[in-house]
């Protein structure tokens, strides 16, 4: 079909009103983690049999040893910032459909006693402070939900 | 090992921002059509079809079915692949599986992807741990600018470092006529350019493009017939490592390409992958990953990657050409973006490749990229393999 047949070029849009939820199963060991975030602000990892890493967020298995594991260890709340970035592009979070207020800082922090790393918002008085290699501590909220949200932040010290 | 195969026809749409002329499936139409035409191929020659896109960009979960009219694939065999980023290269992947287990001929594999039907950041995002990972993460723009910022750590690599392979692959894509972005840029245009997730500014990023890429994959029997240069697989390797963000405990080296790689040499018997390898065509979603996955694959130790790009090595006249098509920074449909690097070195090892044609290309290397950093390889041969 050609150009002149077609003047006008539509897009429908979807989903007019509506709301789509979603409920997602937390399982043990992050129902655990969340928890204890929530009622005694601490974070929980675990730890493997097999190599002795330890995941905070805990989970059922270790990747590479594909081994369950069951070792609570308490870490934090002192951690290191191994990545970061600052975002200035605004985009619509799908979790809430609202834009998300940029620009913000992010990144992984490597918690003490934890060899994974945790994802959060990276806060500093001075933003210049926030790098690679810098020392955060976990900043709780005070009213607590059993969610990653409960963390409001990580704060360079 | 199964039996050789080879891609022996190729077909690009015309790369876009948006493309409200076509649907999904007129998108799929149009290359499936060009792969036909570039094999002298009828649909009825074909014994099945693979395709594959992310499906949460354009919030169709069955596109298999719903894609038949584009594909071609009424009432002929036809199934789903989809890894995310990957998506494309596991398509190149699962393709040549399929046709070297000798149970399929001519095989027709399509990547495509209408990234304008949705915003692809929030898409990304659903793509992540919807407990652990949802709430800050910001989709590839992020989780690409983290990784630069160990690497940058690590390494001292700057900005302007990055840069240099931005102006490289931006002037490539000049010379193709396929390529979304057609633009050249300077040093100072890409270091000036809006700071999106710093150290990331917007001309260090790959775009969002509707397009959509079919190669044709024939089998030993048949290839040489369909097509007087086939571009053989040498071999195909692939790493996954972890299912979540924060499962990744560091990036300075990214595991999964640097296990690919080593599989890859291995398997081929490369030593020296900088000196043996014609071109190569990255899955490059930034800048920066045109430094710091040149030393994951090995072209180079560690830190060394900025050196090699700024002495020309990997420029169109230089030792080992990256990305002559202009790369995923200039066009970027993403779960074609993988396949379009396999048909890219298809081009180049049949010498169709036009003005951007590498000279005397013998062996190419295609590479995915994707999820929480997984990686594929493909290497392809002028020359039928042993």
């Given amino acids: 079909m050609s150009e002149a047949d077609t003047p006008e070029l539509l897009a429908v849009r979807s989903r007019e009103g509506l709301e789509q939820v979603f409920h997602y199963s937390a399982g043990r060991y992050l129902s655990r983690f969340l928890v204890a ?17 330890v995941y905070a967020p805990p989970k059922a298995v270790c990747d590479p040893c594909f081994a369950e594991m069951t070792e609570p260890v308490e870490v934090g709340p002192g951690g290191v910032i191994r990545n970061c970035t600052t975002l200035h592009a605004a985009f619509v979070d799908p979790e809430t459909g609202v834009t998300r207020p940029v620009p913000y800082a992010f990144g992984n922090v490597q918690l003490d006693g934890a060899d994974s790393l945790i994802q959060n918002y990276l806060v500093a008085e001075d933003p210049s402070r926030i790098r690679v290699g810098a020392r955060v501590v976990i900043e709780f909220r005070q009213e607590r939900t059993g969610n990653m949200k409960d963390i409001r932040c990580f704060r360079v010290v | 090992m199964g039996k050789r195969a080879a891609i022996v026809g190729t077909g690009q749409t015309d790369h876009k921002s948006i493309r409200r002329d076509v649907n999904g499936q007129e998108l799929i139409h149009e290359a499936v059509t060009r792969a036909l035409e570039d094999a002298e191929m009828t649909i009825d020659d074909i014994d099945g079809v693979v395709i594959g896109n992310m499906d949460h960009f354009e919030g169709i979960n069955y596109v298999d079915c719903w894609s038949i009219d584009g594909s071609g694939g009424y009432l002929k065999p036809v199934m789903k692949l989809c890894t995310g980023g990957t998506t494309g290269t596991t398509l190149a992947i699962g393709g040549y599986n399929m046709v070297a287990s000798g149970m399929f001929e001519k095989l027709l594999v399509i990547g495509w992807e209408k990234n304008s039907e949705s915003d692809t950041t929030g898409a990304i995002v659903t793509a992540t741990d919807p407990i652990l990972d949802r ?64 150290p990331l500014r917007l001309l260090d990023m790959c775009p969002r493009t509707d397009g959509a890429c079919a190669v044709i994959y024939a089998g030993e029997s048949c290839a040489e017939k369909i097509c007087p240069q086939p571009a053989w697989v040498v071999a195909a390797t692939n790493r996954h490592t972890y299912s979540r963000f924060s499962d990744i405990k560091g990036q300075t080296g990214m595991v999964s390409l640097s296990r690919a790689a080593e599989e890859l040499w291995q398997k081929t018997g490369i030593r020296e992958p900088l000196k043996e390898i014609d071109v190569v065509e990255l899955y490059q979603p930034y800048s920066w990953g045109g430094l710091k996955w040149m030393e994951d694959l090995s072209f180079c130790g560690r830190g060394e990657a900025p050196k090699l790009v700024w002495d020309g090595v990997t420029d ?31 081009l180049q090892i049949q010498g169709k490749a036009g003005k951007h044609q590498v000279p005397d290309v013998r062996l190419g290397l295609a590479t995915g990229f994707g999820g929480c950093f997984w990686s594929d390889c493909i290497l392809y041969s002028k020359k039928k393999p042993e």
């Fill in chain 2, 316 to 346: 169109m006249e230089g030792e080992c050409p990256f990305n002559p098509s202009g790369g995923v920074i200039s066009t970027n449909p993403i779960g074609a973006t993988g396949l379009i690097r396999c048909a890219e070195i298809a």
């Fill in chain 2, 135 to 198: 709430g800050v993460m910001a989709g590839a723009l992020a989780g690409l600018a983290i990784e630069a910022s160990e690497y940058a750590a690590a390494y001292g690599v700057t900005p302007r470092d990055a840069a240099r392979v931005s102006v490289r692959d931006r002037g490539n894509a000049c010379n193709n006529p396929h390529a979304h972005l057609q633009k050249a840029v300077t040093l100072e245009e890409v270091l000036n350019s809006p700071l999106i997730s710093d």
């Fill in chain 1, 37 to 53: 975030l929530r009622d005694q602000a601490k974070v929980l990892g675990v730890r493997c049999p097999a190599c002795n890493t």
